[in-house]
């Protein structure tokens, strides 16, 4: 089973930066693509930036040049840095690990199954 913890949410005034972390766990072989999305209320999750193993980025129009993903595959974990924030960034940020292949009994699991992080809120005030 395959669990991923979140951290880094919280408020910010406009203009400012937060950071978020995403940290894979489980007996994990790899992992495809891992990413951040958000929700607010009576909205849809909607994407804000992805990274796949391969280096190829994908950001929300809204959050490019202010937004930078990263990760470190050695740690199965993926980065959000966010500058220059503005109010409408508030919302829940969920972390996705995308084509999971996971380790059991000593074998990969070639599933590749999808996880979602339990979320963390990043409030922006104007």
């Known amino acids: 089973q395959v669990q991923l913890v979140e951290s880094g949410g919280g408020l910010v005034q406009a203009g400012g930066s937060l950071r978020l972390s995403c940290a894979a766990l489980?007996?994990?072989?790899?992992?495809?693509?891992m990413g951040w999305y958000r929700q607010v209320p009576g909205k849809q999750r909607e994407l804000v930036a992805t990274?796949?193993?391969?280096?190829?980025?994908n950001y929300a129009d809204s959050v490019k040049g202010r937004f930078t993903i990263s990760r470190d595959s050695a740690k199965n974990t993926v980065y959000l840095q966010m500058n220059s924030l503005k109010p409408e960034d508030t919302g829940v940020y969920y972390c996705?690990?995308?084509?999971?292949?996971?380790?059991?009994?000593?074998?990969?699991?070639?599933?590749?199954?999808?996880?979602w992080g339990q979320g963390t809120q990043v409030t922006v005030s104007s």
């Open positions: 489980g007996n994990i072989f790899s992992i495809n693509t």
């Open positions: 996705l690990a995308e084509d999971v292949l996971t380790i059991v009994d000593r074998t990969i699991d070639l599933r590749g199954d999808d996880y």
């Open positions: 990274l796949t193993s391969g280096g190829n980025t």
